[in-house]
């Protein structure tokens, strides 16, 4: 890529400057789990979070704008806008799991929100909750509640953030339940563009961002089967490991079993198949 300059590399992602106003985000196929990238690649995975990405950007610019210009032939790399990040994880929760049961457990709230008592593991919320955190640029990102993350980006930008996420979650969680697939919980990146407006960036509702659920086995009480790298984590839990790098190998059928989980999300999401975004990765925009 002669003509792009690499400018940075994420924990899954490649970013290279087109010019002043673009990028180019290339989606690897690598996985982290616990903020540690493994060893073991995921055979298209990058394609997937670039497609799904692609689908939820061209279905939801009501809401917000995105960073989205084009998605390239090779079905992972998305020709973007330049921005001024925001500095959150914008995370929007409708179920209780992750490390927001793990706040519940401990003090029947998370990040600020004061929860019903009772609930139990993966039980639905009330209404869905705005639940930010920091982005740590090394280990666990941190939950903060509404009055730390109004610090970092004022308390008019906050307020918008929040709206657009619960706005955006309502919108794909409707979507995704009527293809038989609960969004527990999702996250967001923003950025301004240069006029100051709020624009989507980064991914929206993959494997990687959300936890997705297959709704026909979705049972309170314990922790969910899912569509995304939970699987991963399942295995690496199994195994002791301190979640310190380097992360374990991964064997063959924790590959393909996590493979065969994100193009399934990928073609009840879109209702496309996989194999005809491979061919022609705009068909997502449609």
């Not at 990058?46 to 990405?53: A, F, I, K, N, Q």
């Not at 006029?195 to 709704?215: H, I, Y």
Request: glycine share 8%; aromatic share 8%; net charge negative.
């Amino acid at each position: 890529m002669p003509e792009a300059a690499h400018v940075g590399s994420g924990k899954v992602r490649e970013l290279y400057a087109l010019d002043d106003e673009r990028l180019l985000l290339v989606a690897s196929d690598r996985i982290s789990t616990f903020d540690v990238v493994l060893p073991t690649e995921i055979p298209d995975k990058g394609r997937v979070l670039t497609g799904l990405s692609g689908f939820w950007f061209a279905r939801t610019r009501s809401i917000v704008p995105n960073h989205l210009l084009g998605l390239q032939a090779d079905g992972r790399s998305t020709e973007c806008r330049r921005l001024e990040m925001i500095p959150l994880e914008c995370v929007v929760r409708g179920y209780i799991t992750g490390s927001g049961w793990k706040d519940y457990r401990a003090t029947g709230a998370t990040s600020g929100h004061r929860l019903p008592t009772g609930l139990r593991e993966s039980d639905r919320l009330p209404e869905p909750i705005f639940t930010p955190s920091t982005k740590a640029d090394e280990g666990h990102d941190e939950n903060i509640d509404l009055g730390q993350a109004g610090e970092l980006v004022g308390a008019e930008r906050l307020q918008e953030v929040e709206r657009v996420s619960l706005e955006l979650y309502r919108y794909a969680s409707e979507h995704a339940l009527a293809r038989g697939i609960i969004i527990a919980d999702t996250k967001f990146e923003f950025g301004v563009d240069g006029d100051g407006r709020l624009v989507l960036a980064d991914e929206a509702f993959t494997p990687d961002s959300s936890r997705f659920w297959p709704a026909a086995d979705y049972e309170p009480g314990r922790t969910q089967p899912s569509f995304d790298k939970q699987f991963v984590r399942d295995y690496c839990e199994s195994l002791g490991w301190d979640k310190t790098p380097p992360g374990p190998e991964l064997p063959d059928e924790v590959v393909t079993g996590t493979r065969a989980r994100y193009v399934e999300a990928f073609e009840r999401l879109t209702e496309i198949p996989f194999d005809r975004y491979l061919d022609d990765p705009e068909v997502v925009l449609a």
